[in-house]
């Protein structure tokens, strides 16, 4: 069973492997952490490295991952569609969903919003009030020089590097001199200092960038590549190597989703962006809002034939967003670990 690194995958795969070896009689394994929804894909292909954006080192004859739950699949279209046209007879296949849906965005401290409107009038948690134009954002968080660069992941090793989603940067936003062809013709975002990607409008003084980090490989970096530049907001993106621990020791705003408690201490505000717009997103344009997007399950071509009643089982499982806030409130109020608030959920429906 392969987990994702955030509290949602743990939790949700730990019930399901008591559910598996306690009420089925199966033996469970669970593997990873991956950085995020791809390296679940790849792990049910049998690919030995799966969280390896650089070289996955696919094409094996099996897999020893056999079932991923928690997957944001929506976000990862195109590289789902690729996965099943290139190994048709090892691609994994969605079993459905998990019984919610999930909402990802870009979120402020409220503490953040609160000083910016109350001392200068300045609104935050609405894209429009960040045009340099008419304020100056950075004033209100870290700056850009203050943040320790080993505490970032490199660009280098993070989704600023896939083409794809830099060809669409550059198609919407025409900005040449954010992105760069290399040799070898792929198309990758240019970080001057090899952590921070810059937008347009703080790129030639960078003291002026507000910083912003996300988690995994980069999630959600192609989408704000293009809200920042095409609003003209001073930010700077980079990938943190503990995203759930930067956001709280250094001032930044920051990728976040629910259902998750990660950053529930915080009080967090959300940045609103223009109303989804299904065909402009669906196509590449991602300057709107991202939609709420169905957490599925995922499993190995080869489960049906190894177990099929496990396969069955994976297909019919259903929670609720509340049921899953719920566990994390309790583990994060009780400081229980995964196995140990899993199996209370498992109690309290058996009884």
Known sequence: MWTCDWDASFLTTHLLKIIIEEQMGFHAETNGPGPGTLSSFYALLGCKAPGNSSDRACGQPLTYNHISLEAWSETYQNEWKLIQSQYVSMAPVDVGSMGYDGTSSVFIRKTVKNHAYYQDGIVLDFYRGWNMSWSEPSRYFAELAS?????????????????????????????????????????????????????????????????????????????????????????????????????????????????????????????????????????????????????????????????????????????????????????????????????????????
């Not at 970032?152 to 600023?160: M, N």
């Not at 071509?301 to 396969?311: C, G, H, M, N, R």
């Open 147 to 351: 943040i320790n660069r080993s505490l970032i992941v490199p660009c280098a090793e993070t989704r600023s590097t896939m083409t794809a989603a830099n060809e669409n940067y550059l198609r919407i936003t025409g900005d040449d001199a954010g992105v760069e062809r290399l040799p070898d013709g792929s198309l990758a975002a240019i970080c001057p200092d090899d952590y921070f990607w810059l937008s347009p409008t703080c790129r030639q003084d960078s003291t002026r960038c507000v910083p912003y980090v996300t988690g995994g490989s980069g999630w959600g970096m192609d989408d704000l590549m293009q809200k920042v530049t095409s609003y003209d907001m001073p930010v700077a993106i980079a990938v943190a190597r503990s995203w759930s621990t930067l956001p709280r020791d250094v001032n930044v705003f920051f990728y976040w989703w629910v259902p998750d408690t990660t950053f529930l201490d915080l009080d967090p505000v959300e940045i609103v962006f223009p109303p989804y717009d299904f065909r402009a997103y669906t196509s590449g344009d991602k300057r709107t809002v991202a939609a709420s997007t169905a957490v599925t399950k995922l499993v190995s071509q080869d489960l049906v034939t190894l177990a099929p009643s496990v396969e069955d089982l994976v297909r019919n499982l259903r929670l609720g967003r509340n049921d899953v806030m719920n566990m994390l409130k309790d583990m994060q109020d009780s400081g229980d670990s995964y196995e140990t608030v899993a199996c209370h959920l498992v109690n309290d429906v058996q009884t």
